[in-house]
Structure formats: C-alpha cells, structure tokens
C-alpha cells in the first residue's frame, strides 16, 4: 500500500503534475506542514508568510477575508513562495455550479487560478463544479483537492456523501490529486491521493467554535494522511511564529519517517 511509501516514490510515479511538484517540495525541504494564515491584514499576512516559509510545504490563505486586500499582496506572496520554496493552496471551499465557479476561480477581484498552486471545493452541487474548476485550472497547471471530511464538530460530510466525493476524485486525476479529510481515502494499490488534514494541534484539544484538534502522530502515523494542517497553534503568539512552525516541522516530519519506516 502507498501508505508506507516515501513523498520522493511517489512524486516518481504520480500522474498529477501538482502532486508531484507537492511531493518533490517536502522531500526537498523535509516538511509536511502547512500553515493556514487566517488573519484579516495585508500586513499579518505576509509577515506570517515570511516567517513561517522556511518550514512549511505549503501556505494555505483565506484571501477573501483580508481587508486591505491589492495585487500587491499577491504579487509578494508570490514571490515569498519562490525564495522560501511553497506552494499557495487558496482555502476557497467553491460550492456553486460548474459555470459560476469558472468566473469564481478565474476572474473577479482576486483571479486566484493566476496565482495559487491549489484550491479546494465541496462536491454538493455535484460533479460539474470539478468540470468547471478544471476548465481554467488544468492549462495553469493548478490542481484540486475534494472536501471529503471536515474537522469540525457535528460535519455533515461523512458516509456516503464523503464515498461520492472519492468516487469523483476517481474519475478527474488529471486535476484532482487529494482530500482535504482525517485519514487516507485510497481503497487501492494503485491510487495515491493527497490527504491534508486540517485540526492538527500539539497543545489544545479544541478552540470553543466545534473545532477538534488532533496531534501530528495520530493525522500522519495512524490515519496515514500526508499534510497536516496548522493554524492558530502557529501564529496564535506573534512572538514565537517561526519557533511554532519549526517545532510542527520537526514533529511531522518525525511521524512520517516513522510511519514509512514500520514496512
């Protein structure tokens, strides 16, 4: 099973492009952590990008949500994923029809097809929304991961509607490579989706909002997902940024080297 292979093997003989750029980076770096940067400032934000760049694999935004939002914040963190060496994964969650989303990925005042590596989307309004996604993504190169389980307390994304979103995933791999889910949704040896998981915290259980935490060595060793997802456990403290990032770094790192190390 692919579980137990190495990010370098798989990057050897993925066919998404994207995931196997995503797969080269973290063996490169020896990372699997991403940062959600979910803070409402130009400012913030590529403070955060910058501190946190040399340890992450990819730097995952909320663009929507930054108040004094220009091209020049594009135009930088673009230029911070360059020197430091991370992809961008706009956390869109696209939820319309085939047709809106298009404009919605492409167009408007953020154009985020144009600058970020990957982007995500629910799969309720069927599988036209992937179509449509694809139709302005794959010619850039950009790749999608399915919302397949959510961390939140009580997420209706479980079942048969989470079986549905892997059987899409199954039939676009030339644009979908993952999941954003809480463990690997491969049911065969020859499938490797990327599973980043969100909720991944080292000191809390949960924050109060129904968010649940869980620490790197049960998301990457004992549901064998591939990134873990950090947010506030990061940048929570302005002070202790980078010493945060280095610290989930190590302790993912660790958890993969042990999980492909049990083989």
């Not at 979103?165 to 499938?191: C, L, P």
Request: net charge negative.
């Amino acid at each position: 099973m692919n579980t137990f292979k190495t990010y370098s093997e798989r990057a050897a003989r993925h066919p998404n492009a994207c995931a196997r750029a995503l797969f080269e980076l973290m063996e490169r770096k020896q990372t699997n952590l991403s940062v959600a940067a979910d803070v409402t400032t130009k400012k913030e934000l590529l403070a955060i990008a910058d501190g946190v760049g040399p340890f992450i694999c990819v730097l995952k935004t909320h663009i929507d949500i930054v108040e004094d939002f220009d091209q020049d914040l594009v135009d930088q963190l673009t230029q911070l994923s360059k020197k430091h060496d991370f992809m961008i994964f706009e956390d869109r969650k696209f939820a319309d029809i085939g047709n809106t989303v298009k404009h919605q990925y492409g167009k408007g005042i953020y154009k985020i097809a144009s600058w970020s590596h990957i982007t995500n989307a629910h799969t309720v309004p069927g599988e036209g929304i992937i179509h449509g996604l694809r139709d302005v993504g794959l010619p850039l190169g950009r790749g999608l991961l399915l919302l397949a389980e959510m961390s939140s307390k009580g997420a209706l994304t479980q079942g048969a509607y989470t079986s549905e979103s892997v059987a899409m995933a199954r039939r676009n791999q030339d644009f979908v490579f993952g999941f954003i889910a809480q463990h690997q949704m491969n049911e065969h040896d020859d499938e490797d989706f990327v599973v980043m998981a969100p909720g991944v915290g080292l000191d809390v259980k949960g924050d109060g909002l129904g968010q649940q935490y869980r620490t790197p060595d049960q998301v990457i060793k004992e549901s064998g997902c591939d990134v873990i997802i950090v947010g506030r456990g990061i940048y929570g403290n302005p002070d202790q940024v980078e010493y945060q990032a280095k610290r989930y770094r190590d302790a993912g790192w660790k958890a993969y080297l042990e999980r492909v190390q049990k083989q």
